[in-house]
């Protein structure tokens, strides 16, 4: 799927396993900060083996997993957890830190929030993001997403529970922010 310009998302797969895991590595820092998987991600095995599940729960129909290309290169990833029974999807997203600023990031979470309307029927796409994480609800922000509320302790981020901003997009909503 095409984003304009040279960036694109495409189905993430184990394959990629070795500069995706370089990809956490390098971004380390800033992916434990506000991602309660990213401390599990360590190492190629580990991102094979997070790849594959991935593609199963893809082949399952429960997850749109993507990567994020830009010019050839794996920027980020996205990915879009489907709840088939309530036609629900929730993203998952971030972007390495050489390509952030310029509209990557916004135009892929953007483009798979799409999809889940357009192409899998959802009736709701839903973000869940930490408090304080302000390029992330500013993101969702720009593409028409509306806060929904406040989960207490939503997240366990290096063993200390935090609050999480929900986020939702109905269909109809987009750019509406
Ligand atoms: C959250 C995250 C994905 C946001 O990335 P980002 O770099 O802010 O997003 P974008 O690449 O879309 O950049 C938006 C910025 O680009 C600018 N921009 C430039 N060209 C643009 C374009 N064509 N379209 C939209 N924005 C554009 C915007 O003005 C904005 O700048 P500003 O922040 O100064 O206002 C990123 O910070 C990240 O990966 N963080 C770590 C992990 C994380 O927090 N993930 C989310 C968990 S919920």
């Known amino acids: 799927m095409t984003l304009g310009g040279d960036a694109a998302l495409r189905l993430a797969e184990p394959r990629l396993a070795q500069p995706f895991a370089e ?8 992916l434990d900060r506000w991602e ?7 190492g190629v095995d580990a991102a094979r083996a997070m790849l594959t599940s991935e593609l199963q729960r893809f082949a399952a ?9 830009s010019h050839g290169q794996l920027a980020g990833y996205a990915s879009l957890r489907v709840e ?13 830190a050489d390509f952030g600023g310029r ?15 357009d192409e899998l029927a959802l009736v709701r796409v839903s973000a869940t993001i930490a408090v304080g994480n302000v390029r992330s609800t500013a993101l969702v922000r720009r593409l028409g997403f509306r806060l ?6 939503g997240q366990v981020v290096r063993g200390a529970p935090g609050d999480v901003e929900v986020w939702s997009l109905l269909p109809g909503e987009f750019g509406s922010g």
Not at 61 to 69: D, I, L, S
Not at 103 to 117: C, D, I, K, P, Q
């Open 84 to 96: 088939p029974v309530n036609r629900s999807g929730a993203l998952g997203y971030w972007i390495g």
């Open 148 to 153: 929904d509320g406040v989960l207490r302790s």
């Open 23 to 30: 990809l956490v590595a390098r971004n380390r820092e800033r």
């Open 61 to 69: 129909g429960t997850t749109v997993p993507a990567f994020v290309m």
């Open 103 to 117: 509209g990557l990031a916004t135009a892929a979470v953007g483009a798979l929030a799409r999809f889940g309307v």
């Open 36 to 42: 309660a998987w990213a401390g599990d991600l360590s």
